[in-house]
Structures are given as structure tokens and as C-alpha cells.
């Protein structure tokens, strides 16, 4: 829920057309209610989605009676929880919402309170008993928190870098190393690195604090340290698995506005409908799901399967080429980068047909892939760590049966070389590769030097630096950011049970070289599903999600004339040489064209 913009180390309170532009390019995020404040510590301004507690009472920024203020976006699912500890504490309440909680967590227990939570969240904290603001963002980054400094060096944030940019905040120019890194790399989020040079992105799992002496940055938590902690642990059983996940939903189902989902042919969608069925039977159930009629990859048949067996009302949404190129600008404008694949329009049109029939929140499957071993490249990695550790029996079984191998042939992609190597031989190997697409970079971008892709190394073994990556680096917050920009365009709540931390220890304590042996994915996650979601779905090895007919969509001329005018844009800006300029991903180049012209950026 909701968007939120602040300022510190300005002597007045920001000039009313600056706060009104402000808010107002928040306005998608929060169009249920408006507020800011100002105080001696800072402004704080808010746009507001409601979810719990529709009353004024919760609006924001929200202020305690010491003077703590709180600006927040997202969801604290464990509130009711904290509110009962806090009141035998001597708190008390006036609203029934989850800010109040978080700001009486703060004053009773401070900082320590985000561990304590359970949700997603980016929240700025302006105490008078503290220099400056603290800033916290959830543990995988659910919700976005962007920083920068205008001119005059005052530090502000806000939920979204065009809030900033609203703000005069930033250069004004367009980050070459971010545009050089997907163009290389193929990397569309370059870790705290923003598209907009002078904005960058708080990390998951940190606290951050900001004053007149500059920002110094904590991680409260963090998937190298999770991974450490479960690496020896045992799988938990498969009645475990379904009641974490019952609890996951369970908790996500709190909500004082209506609650579906989005349902795709998969697993994962599938679990969450069939979970949500257990803990609420007779909740009246409303799902989305993208479908491309006549596409071999259409899924919708085996959704339909899942809403018949759970009584589920459930909405076919069809995205087309029409629609795509008339709602590109704003989807552009909405995600604040380019993107690389249209399936991310694919999920904006599910997004679109929620706000439509009145669906406020949505229960969604992101997160299992990436904590369950989801894709083929997690069996090779899998299999690489068992005989990295001596397990040679479960590598032998595992090449021995033969959709074992085809896992492992799948999965084995110049994209797991970087997590097998040291530091300086994948440093060596990211050179090399530089040096290839340097035919391909236009003279704006010679100078440009692309952040590593994968991130932090500090995970030992192949599967595990492979679950870091993922999850820190390379898949997750692309997805996450997917999620959050497209919901929130349409002033929508995406929330993610497999995200849930019990669920994350649980998945990622679970074998996955035990289900490379038997040549399954996720194979523990399936096993516990067995005998509630239907064996079409459950035991299906096609993967896909929203899958955009790519061929026949670019088989049209329409679409085709876009994105060679898009070619010839980014060849005239110096971005790439003409005559190498189609090597480069199509969806790349005509988003990286669009979103310069949609933002008005200049290049160096």
C-alpha cells in the first residue's frame, strides 16, 4: 500500500509546488488519502492506499505523542501479534491498523522492531531523540526505497525515483552504467543502482540512517547468513511445508478491503488457491490470469482446472500487441526502467483487470523459484555442490535417470560459470565479455563500466552463491520491482506468502539435489501439495509465467516498425552502433528508447 517522499536538512519546509508535484507523481500509489508534515527533524508527505483500518485515523504521516514520525508503505502481517505484546507493555492504541504498531514497536523497542515484523515494508523514522531519519526496508525488498540529495545537499527519499526527480533531486541524466550493464550483461537491476543518475536504492534487509554527516547503512538481515544457518539443517516434513504455508496465507488474508490472486498453469499459484481454501473455506474467491488463446504456452485450461476444483471465480485476462504498444509510455513510466521481456505487460493487464472488478489485494507465487530451486540451472548447481561435498551417490542417481540429466543439460548455461569461479577469474570472464559487446556500444557508452551481475560472492559452493545471486542480485528484484510498479499502477496490493520467513528458511532448507535425483524441481514443494492440487498442474515440467507469445508478436509489422524506429533512436544517441545494433534482445532496445524519451534523459 501507499507511496511517501521526505526530506531532512532543509531550513523550511519544502515550497508548496514542490510538495504538490511531489505527491502527485505518488498519486497511483495512494489515491485514497494525502498528507505531510513538517517539523523541526523534517517534512515527511504521503499518499495513501487503504487496506487495514479504512478510517482517517491511520492516515499518515502518523505522529506519537513523543514526537516520533512515521511515514510507511506496505504491510506488517504479524500486527495483531505485536499490538497484544506492546499493549501488556503499557501501549495503547486509537486506531486498528498495523502504523500504529510499527510506530509503538519503534519507541518500545527501536531499531530491533523490523526483525520483530513480519511483511513488507519501506519506512521513514523522524525521532527527535535521533539526528536525521531512519530508513528500513523489508528483507528481500518487497517494497522500493530510493535516496538522493538535490542541490543544496539536503538528503531525500521516497518510494519511487520519480517522487525524487519531482523534487529536483538527481542530475537530471540518464546512469550509462546501468544501461551498459543490460546491454552487456543483460542485467536490468543493477543492485542499489537506480536508471537516474544521483537516486539510488536502499538494499533489502538494511537500516539506514542519514544526517548532515552523510549515511551509514546496517543489514539486519541477509540471505548469506539464512543460507548458513540451514545449510546443515534438515528438511522439514511435508506436513510442515503445508502448515508454513497455511500460516503464510493465513496471515496474508488479513485485510479490511477484498482479497483474490493471480493464477497461473503453475505450482506455485496453484498452492496459494489450495492453501487459501484450507484456511478460509468459504471465502468468496475471485483470481487473474493472463492467457494467449491458440498459443501452445497458453495456461489457461490448467488454471481453470485449479478455479473449478476450489470454487474460484476466475477472470481470463488477454493481452495483445495493441495493447501493448498503447500502454508502453505508461508502462515504461510506471516500472522506472527499461525491461527485457513483455511479460511484465502480461502481468500490468492482470493488474489492470483486478482495479477493474474492484479486487484491492492479491495473493501472488513470486518468491518459490528462487527459494525452492525452481529453474534447471538450481539441479547443475545442485548436483555441483553434492559432489563438491562428496555426495557422489545423489550425483550417480541423478545422472543416471533421464529427466535428472535433462535438468542438468537445461540448466547448464554460461550463467552458472559465474557461480563456480573465484572472484578474479569471473572478474577476468566479465572482462572478456565486455570486450565482445564493445562492437555493440555506441560512443555514449565507452566509458561506462557495468556492475558485476551476480553480486556478492560471499556464499561458499556453487548452489549457494547461485541462491545468493538469485535472490539478491539477479532474478528476485527484477521480479519484485515487476510486482510493486505494476500493482501500484493500478493502486493494487501484491503480497507473497513464499516470502513469508518461515517459508524462506523452509525452502531453502529443503534438498534440491535430492529432487535433481528424481528430475524434479521444487520437489519437496510439489510432494507437500500432493493429493490438493491436481496432478496436471502439480507434476507439470513445462515452466512458465504469463508467457507472451514472443514470435507471433514479433511477426507483427506494427510492433516490428516500433522497434525499428526504437534501433535507430539508440544508434542516433550514440547508445549502439548500427550495424551491430540488432544483436542486442529487441525488448531491449525498444524499451531502453522509450523510457529515455518518457523521462526526458540526457546522456553524457
Known amino acids: 500500500m501507499c507511496g511517501f517522499i521526505g526530506t531532512i536538512g532543509l531550513r523550511n519546509a519544502p515550497p508548496p509546488e514542490r510538495r504538490a508535484a511531489a505527491l502527485e507523481s505518488l498519486r497511483h ?65 486509537e486506531t486498528s491498523g498495523d502504523t500504529e504498531v510499527l510506530l509503538h514497536g519503534w519507541v518500545e523497542w527501536g531499531e530491533d522492531v523490523f526483525r520483530r515484523c513480519n511483511g513488507m515494508w519501506a519506512v521513514a523514522v523522524l525521532d527527535p531523540a535521533r539526528s536525521g531519519v531512519t530508513l528500513a526496508r523489508d528483507r528481500f525488498g518487497e517494497k522500493p526505497l530510493h535516496i538522493g540529495q538535490d542541490k543544496s545537499g539536503a538528503w531525500w527519499f521516497a518510494s519511487e525515483p520519480a517522487a525524487l526527480r519531482a523534487a529536483g533531486v538527481g ?6 552504467n546501468a544501461l551498459a550493464g543490460l546491454l552487456v550483461y543483460g542485467d536490468t537491476d543493477p543492485g542499489t543502482r537506480t536508471w537516474f543518475d544521483g537516486i539510488e536504492l536502499i538494499p533489502p534487509g538494511h537500516i539506514v540512517h542519514l544526517d548532515h554527516n552523510g549515511r551509514v547503512a546496517q543489514p539486519y538481515w541477509s540471505t548469506a547468513d539464512l543460507l548458513d544457518e540451514t545449510r546443515t539443517s534438515a528438511p522439514a516434513s511435508d ?6 504455508l ?34 478460509d473455506p468459504d471465502r468468496s474467491l475471485v483470481a487473474f490470469t ?10 489457461y485450461d490448467r488454471a481453470a482446472l485449479v478455479a ?47 482495479a477493474a472488478a474492484g479486487v484491492t489485494v492479491l495473493l501472488d507465487g513470486q518468491g518459490a523459484d528462487e527459494t525452492w530451486g525452481g529453474y534447471a540451472k538450481h539441479s547443475t548447481l545442485a548436483l555441483l555442490q553434492a559432489a563438491r561435498d562428496g555426495h557422489l551417490v545423489t550425483v550417480t542417481s541423478a545422472l543416471r535417470s533421464s529427466h535428472g540429466r535433462r535438468n542438468v543439460r537445461d540448466g547448464a548455461s554460461s550463467k552458472i560459470l559465474g557461480y563456480l ?20 556500444l555506441g560512443p555514449a557508452l565507452h566509458t561506462a563500466m557495468p556492475d558485476d551481475p551476480i553480486g556478492s560472492t560471499a556464499a561458499t559452493g556453487p548452489l549457494q552463491r547461485g541462491r545468493v545471486g538469485d535472490l539478491d542480485r539477479s532474478i528476485l528484484p527484477r521480479l519484485l520491482r515487476y510486482a510493486d510498479r505494476n500493482s501500484m499502477a493500478w493502486s493494487r496490493e501484491v503480497r507473497l506468502p513464499f516470502l513469508d520467513p518461515e517459508m524462506v528458511e523452509i525452502g531453502l532448507r529443503s534438498n534440491w539435489a535430492n529432487g535433481a535425483t528424481v528430475g524434479w524441481t521444487k520437489h519437496q514443494l510439489r510432494r507437500s501439495m500432493q493429493g490438493r492440487v491436481p496432478d496436471e498442474v502439480l507434476w507439470r515440467r513445462e515452466k512458465s509465467a504469463f508467457d507472451v507469445p514472443t514470435d507471433t508478436w514479433l511477426a507483427q509489422s506494427k510492433l516490428v516498425e516500433q522497434i525499428d524506429a526504437a534501433t535507430a533512436h539508440l544508434v542516433e ?9 540488432s544483436a542486442i534482445n529487441p525488448w531491449v532496445r525498444l524499451s531502453i528508447s522509450r523510457f529515455i524519451d518518457v523521462y526526458g534523459l540526457e546522456l553524457p
Open 573 to 581: 544517441l550514440g547508445v549502439l552502433h548500427g550495424e551491430n545494433a
Open 29 to 93: 500509489r495512494g489515491p485514497d488519502a494525502e498528507g505531510d508534515s513538517w517539523g523541526p527533524t523534517g517534512w515527511l508527505g504521503f499518499r495513501r492506499l487503504s487496506i487495514l483500518d479504512l478510517d482517517e485515523r491511520s492516515d499518515q504521516p502518523m505522529t506519537h505523542p513523543g514526537g516520533v514520525r512515521i511515514v510507511f508503505n506496505g504491510e506488517i502481517y504479524n500486527y495483531r501479534e505485536l499490538r497484544v505484546e506492546l499493549e501488556q507493555l503499557g501501549h495503547r492504541f
Open 171 to 176: 542530475s537530471g541524466r540518464l546512469d550509462t
Open 246 to 279: 497455511e500460516r503464510a496465507v493465513a496471515l496474508r488474508l488479513r485485510s479490511d478491503v477484498s482479497v483474490g490472486t493471480s493464477l497461473s498453469g503453475g505450482v506455485d499459484s496453484a498452492s496459494i488457491v489450495a492453501s487459501i481454501r484450507a484456511v
Open 421 to 440: 569461479v573465484n572472484d578474479h577469474v569471473r572478474g577476468l570472464l566479465l572482462d572478456v565479455l565486455r570486450r565482445r559487446r564493445a562492437a555493440i
Open 290 to 299: 493472463a492467457s494467449f488463446p491458440g498459443h501452445p504456452g497458453d495456461e
Open 308 to 354: 473449478d476444483r476450489f470454487d474460484v471465480d476466475l477472470h481470463r485476462v488477454e493481452p495483445s500487441v495493441d495493447g501493448f504498444l498503447g500502454d508502453l509510455d505508461d508502462l515504461i513510466r510506471h516500472q522506472g526502467a527499461p525491461f527485457d521481456m513483455p511479460s511484465v505487460y502480461a502481468q500490468w493487464c492482470v493488474m489492470q483487470a483486478a
Open 239 to 244: 506436513a510442515d511445508v503445508q502448515a508454513a
